[in-house]
């Protein structure tokens, strides 16, 4: 029960982080290398919020705002000239995420910093005894995913916003604002990294590389369940946080680490569209 519920927390906090990437890797084609440092933004102001004397809870309401507004800035000013050019998304972000670390860096300085658990102590779950934030972990994860389903695919702005992937000058062809689509879906997958990070604050030591430690898992996450649908990703984030705590179990970490990407390396390669998806002939 203990290997479960520990696989059932890693399953959700990558879950949180992977949710940001389905919306902007996902379905905006756009590879997001700053996403970890989103994460920080999040992480970082719940550090600055709760080192003032606001309470935790308000600032996780916050953080995502936070750092939707800087998804929209960087957006607006590097990621727009670029979404044509796939490649180059990659190095832009990648500068972006270096800026944004070393500004962390010269506010908060380079050692770790701590975040009052605002649930401490333990529940008892079937007979073994868990946290009490972790388990709210789990549960907020389960509904975050749920709402980003029926937001993308239950209703008329995720009809649009899909059709907008799906055939972007039919789209504007049709009066449907595409410009106004990129900014939303880049700011919201901003703002559910950056309350990735504040959920997982108090949880772990918030530092300027937390975000590098998920971001190649959820990159790998999504390749190997594939982005058609939110399955895809469930799957992949299944996969690895399942066979990580498995092997971790008889395997040091670093070990653990090889043969799990190893194990992504191979499925990717006999999956290029992810396992849940089609084979193209």
């Known amino acids: 029960m203990e290997l479960i519920l520990d696989t059932m927390n890693y399953f959700s906090v990558l879950m949180l982080v992977v949710l940001g990437l389905v919306v902007i890797f996902g379905l905006m084609n756009v590879i997001n290398m700053a996403h970890g440092e989103f ?9 600055a919020m709760t080192g003032a004397g606001a309470s935790f809870w308000l600032a996780l309401i916050v953080a995502p705002i936070t750092a939707a507004l800087a998804g929209l800035a960087v957006e607006y ?85 899909r059709a907008v992937i799906a055939n972007r000058n039919m789209a504007s062809a049709l009066g449907l604002n595409t410009r106004r689509m990129d900014m939303a879906c880049f700011s919201l997958g901003a703002g559910l990294a950056g309350f990735a990070g504040a959920m997982m604050s108090p949880v772990m030591s918030v530092d300027p590389h937390m975000g590098v430690g998920f971001l190649i898992p959820s990159f790998l996450a999504i390749l190997v369940g594939g982005v058609n649908s939110l399955a895809g990703p469930l799957f992949g984030v299944a996969a690895i946080s399942g066979s990580s705590n498995l092997i971790a179990g008889w395997l040091s970490q670093a070990d653990t680490q090889v043969i799990v990407f190893v194990l992504c390396m191979v499925l990717i390669r006999f999956f290029p569209e992810g396992v849940l998806n089609k084979r193209k002939r």
């Open 39 to 47: 994460m920080l933004i999040g992480a970082y102001t719940v550090v």
């Open 77 to 161: 000013f590097v990621v727009q000239r670029i979404y044509h050019r796939f490649l180059d998304t990659i190095l832009a972000t990648w500068g972006v995420s270096l800026i944004i670390k070393q500004a962390v860096i010269l506010i908060f300085g380079p050692t770790a910093q701590t975040v009052p658990n605002p649930l401490s102590g333990s529940m008892e779950v079937l007979g073994v005894a868990y946290p009490r934030m972790r388990l709210l972990i789990m549960a907020v994860s389960v509904a975050l995913t749920l709402g980003l389903y029926l937001a993308l695919f239950r209703s008329n702005i995720g009809l649009k916003l």
